[in-house]
């Protein structure tokens, strides 16, 4: 299964993100003989979803490979699950996911926070 969903240039940087290399036979490969296959049964992106769960990243034989044995989509997504922390950032970044956004904690009041930490001794400053 092929993504037609995403553009020539956004192939390109998930493949880059994943080093260039098969993910099957971890294999270098070059970028052109590289192809994105969307795992089967995988649900479709909605918002909120992590994509790259989805996508692997393999060489022209190993595609055919997976869809010609086919390989078990519990194999397939133990790769997804092998796959490393900087791979998995990128991929993210380039498909446009976010996992939980950062929320601050706009709700304290810092300066009534210290306030009572004084009340409380325990911020000691120095030289007073
Ligand atoms: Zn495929
Ligand atoms: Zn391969």
Redesign the pocket.
Known sequence: ??LPDLRPEKRIRVIIAAESTCELCREYTPVSLL?L??IPGSPKTRNGDDPQKSILV?CCAC?EH??VLPLSRKRQRTIVRKRGFEVRRDMRKVLGYKPKPYLPPDNIDLARHYDSLFELGSLVLNGT
């Open positions: 299964m092929e192809e296959h969307r393999l595609h997976v869809h």
